[in-house]
């Protein structure tokens, strides 16, 4: 009996991992897209985002950037910090190619929010 209790436990934790592991980063609704963006040398930085095109109510589009880092961090053109006005022009330049803007004559506005993580883990491999 405590056999099949622990198996039964064991099922029901090990449901719930394997749960947590198969859910998105992205909004229901959002789509997601990766960047690999050369930088210095041989350096590239991978960026993760998610983004949703279309009339959503007060928020027409929204970008959330789940990861940026090194995409080759054995490279040693890779190091210090990496500057996010890189990241977010990328980032910028890859969503609106995605999500046409209206031209600004035609009087439709739109209106973007950026969210991105502001801690980071650097792992120096030197």
Not at 32 to 55: F, H, L, M, N, S
Not at 100 to 111: A, E, H, S, V, Y
Request: proline share 6%; aromatic share 12%; with cysteine.
């Amino acid at each position: 009996m405590k056999k099949y209790i622990f198996l039964l436990v064991a099922t029901i934790i090990l449901g719930f991992v394997v749960g947590n592991k198969a859910r998105a980063d992205c909004p229901l609704g959002w789509d997601e897209a990766t960047i690999i963006q050369p930088y210095i040398g041989d350096c590239r930085i991978k960026i993760v985002y998610c983004y949703k095109c279309g009339v959503t109510g007060a928020d027409p589009s929204n970008i959330k950037i789940t990861f940026y880092g090194w995409d080759n961090p054995e490279s040693p053109d890779c190091i210090g910090e990496i500057p996010f006005e890189i990241v977010w022009e990328a980032v910028r330049q890859s969503f609106f190619n995605k999500c046409q803007i209206p031209d600004c004559n035609t009087g439709n506005t739109l209106r973007v929010v950026v969210e991105y993580p502001i801690c980071a883990k650097i792992i120096n491999l030197g």
